[in-house]
């Protein structure tokens, strides 16, 4: 997939998701008035926060895309995980808003109307949320967008918790019909908590996967894998390797590293050797920069560079020979 298409479908899905987060919010709203349920009126603070986040995220897939520039040189990749982290706090102060009305509505509990209403507006909730974000979730792995990945999180918690209040709505009206006279209208403001407890849960989830890229953290380890047998395939050239650094912003990863060749080889074939390499890695680690720095094997082998020395035993001693005798 071209980078071009990879932001078409990107776009496309952050519309989707702000077009069900509309939605909701007004279907929610309505039934949760209607009603006098605190938990309804929580999932639709929820979904508020899903909108404001669709709309973050929109803003974000779309700035990300744009090719580095002179004041970028790096491109513009950590917009998505500005975007994802930005998200992650915002689902933490919904979860504190939620408790605290929660709170509020547990120690002064109220009558609930139109049971069946706030079930069936939960259960059209989780439908809707389940639907978008599967396509969210497989746009963001199939163009690595963290921005569409927090969303997807996001509107999965809403599955979840729109399930939990769901539940709650059913257990009051089957205990009230089974016990009429008896009211259980305490278990509207549990079941809120408890969607509290879950958002906050993603809110850490989404902090860790979005905010580390913004601090430089490596690539995984399998991608780290990935790269040392490409340069391993290479060593009938090159010699070894070291200080490699990875990174990643977005979905475009950095990747730089030493290169040992013999120190007879020309500016030439070493540029080849490079050239070769940087295809391989790019062919399988999509939006990826890669810089190599081309070194002379002097045989001067410190720690680092003998972890990574691709020589066999009888040719280092041979180079140590060769050093020792100059």
């Not at 309804?40 to 926060?49: Q, R």
């Not at 120690?107 to 809707?128: D, H, R």
Request: glycine share 6%.
């Amino acid at each position: 997939m071209d980078a071009k298409q990879a932001d078409r479908e990107k776009i496309s899905a952050a519309c989707l998701s702000i077009v069900s987060n509309c939605t909701l919010i007004a279907a929610k709203i309505i039934v949760g008035l209607m009603m006098g349920s605190v938990s309804i009126i929580s999932e639709a603070a929820h979904s508020g926060v899903d909108l404001l986040a669709a709309v973050i995220a929109y803003f974000s897939v779309r700035t990300s895309g744009k090719p580095a520039d002179r004041e970028h040189p790096f491109g513009h990749g950590k917009i998505e995980n500005i975007s994802g982290t930005i998200e992650a706090v915002l689902i933490l102060f919904a979860a504190v808003w939620i408790i605290s009305e929660a709170v509020g509505r547990l120690f002064n509990p109220q009558p609930l109307e139109a049971l069946p209403w706030g079930i069936g507006v939960m259960v059209f909730s989780c439908i809707v949320n389940l639907a978008v974000s599967r396509r969210l979730f497989r746009t963001g792995e199939k163009t690595d967008s963290i921005a569409l990945k927090a969303d997807a999180w996001h509107l999965m918690t809403d599955v979840y918790t729109s399930a939990g209040v769901m539940g709650g709505l059913l257990i009051i009206w089957i205990a009230e019909i089974l016990m009429p006279g008896r009211h259980f209208h305490w278990i509207d403001p549990v079941a809120a908590i408890g969607v509290a407890l879950l958002i906050m849960h993603a809110a850490w989830r989404l902090t860790v996967q979005s905010a580390r890229d913004l601090l430089d953290f490596t690539l995984p380890s399998y991608e780290k894998i990935i790269i040392r047998e490409l340069i391993a395939g290479k060593s009938h050239e090159v010699h070894g390797y070291h200080k490699l650094h990875t990174r990643k912003a977005g979905s475009y990863r950095f990747i730089e590293f030493h290169m040992l060749v013999d120190p007879q080889m020309s500016v030439a074939e070493s540029h080849l050797i490079t050239d070769e390499i940087t295809h391989m890695i790019t062919n399988r680690l999509p939006n990826a920069t890669v810089t190599i720095h081309v070194e002379p094997c002097d045989g001067r082998c410190d720690e680092e560079c003998l972890r990574s020395c691709m020589l066999s035993r009888e040719e280092r001693f041979l180079r140590d020979k060769e050093r020792s005798a100059l």
